[in-house]
């Protein structure tokens, strides 16, 4: 009876061990914060890029203390550079345990786009990563993503948020820069030295018009969302829009996908638009004007906000040929807000670049019918001292 029982112990074994296993991790997990309900308007949003788990991040503590109604983050929110999925779930794991991002994780809903780093390597696309479907279960089921959500049922993780009632609607299109994009095009002498001292990363615009950046399924889904309506659209690249001089990962790579991009939301007649993009290791404020040939009748801004704990920019010449006049590069650990006061006849909104202690760094201001293709644009640009 003895070895009998030994015996069947020892068959036991790995299942007692599994399920204990599961236990542990079910009682040691962190379950984020719901989102707001879809009639909630929102007022304030934090925005942020370039997240290195293994550095210190006192900026967590600044956001937590600027007390946003939703997070946005644009990529880059760990640095796994990894194609491996039970490592790239470990990275994550490890994220999720920094006590003062926890915290936030846990009491602050929040909306995810990727970059390379936390898609796979340094500037990979499409054609460079073998587990990217196993990668995306990991990133879905890791970050909450709720089961219902587009990206469960196919390819990429873009998506897209509506909330507030009819008059104080705000869309929020999370654009997916990775899953689907072709290789890119490199200059023959690789990174270049501009006259004014500026370095150009090793990217060149390719002249090849079947290449893509969100492929065409993401793109027809786009069309769709732009034709919703919406007071205010926030379209979150991982990558900049606007900027296309600097010689790195930008949407200049693919001019006609730049292109595409501006055309549509012109042809959609889609109002609202702000462009938010991290990636750069900086913070700037870029406007394509309203009387470019790409513009929908109004000017669109992007808000670049990067990074949140890896500073270390060090080429504050870099051109960029939309950048708003009177501002500049920001270059040390940021965040971003973005302000909308719905309760003014005229909706003012106010996007914020915020030090690590939560200081104010630039600021730029203009009201919602700047963002509609018959009114005029206004704008007002205010700069506050680095603390």
Known sequence: MRTKF??????????????????????????????????SVIKKIAIGSCHNQKKPAPIWKAITEASPQL?????????????????????????????????????????????????????????????????????????????????WQSEGIY????????????????????????????????????????????????DDYTTTILGEAQWQ??????????????????????????????????????????????????????LLSGDRHMAEFSRLPVDDPLSPGYPITEFTSSSLNMSGFKNPAEPNPYRIPETKQITENNFGLIDIDWDSDDPLITLSICSERNKNLQTIQFPLSSLQITSPTKDVTNDSSSD
């Open 71 to 151: 997070i946005l983050l644009l990529g880059d929110n760990i640095y796994s550079d990894t194609h491996d999925p039970e490592e790239y779930r470990s990275v994550y794991k490890e994220w999720k345990k920094i006590r003062p991002f926890k915290s936030l994780f846990t009491s602050i809903p929040m909306l995810f786009i990727w970059d390379d780093h936390d898609y796979g390597k340094n500037d990979e696309g499409r054609d460079d990563h073998p587990t990217r479907e196993q990668i995306q279960r990991v990133f879905l089921e890791e970050l909450y993503i709720p089961t219902d959500r587009r990206a």
């Open 6 to 39: 030994l015996t069947l112990v020892f068959l036991l074994l790995p299942f007692i061990a599994h399920t204990e296993d599961t236990d542990s991790q079910q009682s040691d997990s962190t379950h984020a914060a719901p989102l707001p309900p879809s009639e």
């Open 221 to 274: 889904w786009l069309e769709e969302q732009l034709r919703i309506p919406a007071q205010i659209r926030l379209i979150a690249s991982s990558i900049q829009v606007l900027s296309n001089e600097h010689g790195w990962e930008c949407w200049g790579n693919f001019p006609h996908e730049r292109q595409r991009l501006l055309r549509l939301i012109r042809d959609t007649h889609a109002e609202g638009v702000i």
């Open 159 to 206: 998506d897209a948020y509506i909330f507030g009632p009819e008059n104080k609607r705000l869309q929020i299109i999370l654009l997916d820069t990775r899953t689907f994009r072709s290789p890119l095009s490199t200059h023959p002498y690789g990174k270049r030295i501009t006259p004014s001292g500026a370095l150009l990363g090793k990217y060149i615009p390719t």
